[in-house]
């Protein structure tokens, strides 16, 4: 069965640095591509951006860029998501989904379990 | 960037009753619309893509209708388990822009 397990919570410090990790089982991951979502407390679904698992093309947020990167790891079916110079806005807890293609243009029908990044002096 | 709204953003209905959400996107999208559904402290699930495609295993009580700006998703006989809230969102190009969510709860 498919599967998207996610790194634990993180509680960091304005201007410093975070990496989430997911890492999939039970298909094969070159074959799909990965959404990362975030949801602040209280808040909606924010797209941040879409990477390949294919040939590791990325697609980021307006908002983000500068600040975020996205990478795989095809030895290990791992997706990877940075985010530096974190600001308290960047509480929230962050998802990976796997889409139904290796298209950008697909929806998502796997989610990874959240994760908390905490953002706080 | 096309923007997607979605209305209302909240309502309370009896069990049985038709609930009908509505989403507008800002420029046509054809039918690269999908609805997510998000049970209090749970993970989103997809419930259709395609504007119209239910996905494997969610039940038939909901329905999506609709192409280029207007979207709608129904549920035919809402019921206590439906109470969550529920997100469209485009993927025809990016940003994969989600709308800001309906909140469905039971009168």
């Known amino acids: 069965q498919v599967q998207l397990v996610q790194s634990g919570a993180e509680v960091k410090k304005p201007g410093a640095s975070v990496m989430v990790s997911c890492k999939t089982s039970?298909?094969?991951?070159?074959?799909?591509?990965i959404i990362w979502v975030r949801q602040a407390p209280g808040q909606g679904l924010e797209w941040m951006g879409w990477i390949s698992a294919y040939n590791g093309n990325t697609n980021y947020a307006q908002k983000l860029q500068g600040r975020v990167t996205m990478t795989t790891d095809t030895s290990t079916s791992t997706a990877y998501m940075e985010l530096r110079s974190l600001r308290s806005d960047d509480t929230a807890v962050y998802y990976c989904?796997?889409?139904?293609?290796?298209?950008?243009?697909?929806?998502?029908?796997?989610w990874g379990q959240g994760t908390l990044v905490t953002v706080s002096s | 960037d096309i923007q997607m709204t979605q209305s209302p953003s909240s309502l309370s209905a009896s069990v049985g009753d038709r609930v009908t959400i509505t989403c507008r996107a800002s420029q046509g999208i054809s039918n690269y619309l999908a609805w997510y559904q998000q049970k209090p402290g749970k993970v989103p699930k997809l419930l259709i893509y395609?504007?119209?495609t239910l996905q494997s295993g969610v039940p038939s009580r909901f329905s999506g209708s609709g192409s280029g700006t207007d979207f709608t998703l129904t549920i035919s006989s809402l019921q206590p388990e439906d109470v969550a809230t529920y997100y469209c969102?485009?993927?025809?190009?990016?940003?994969?822009?989600f709308g800001q969510g309906t909140k469905v709860e039971i009168k």
């Open positions: 969102q485009k993927y025809n190009s990016a940003p994969l822009t």
């Open positions: 395609a504007a119209s």
């Open positions: 039970g298909y094969t991951f070159t074959s799909y591509g």
């Open positions: 989904a796997r889409l139904r293609s290796q298209s950008i243009a697909a929806a998502a029908n796997y």
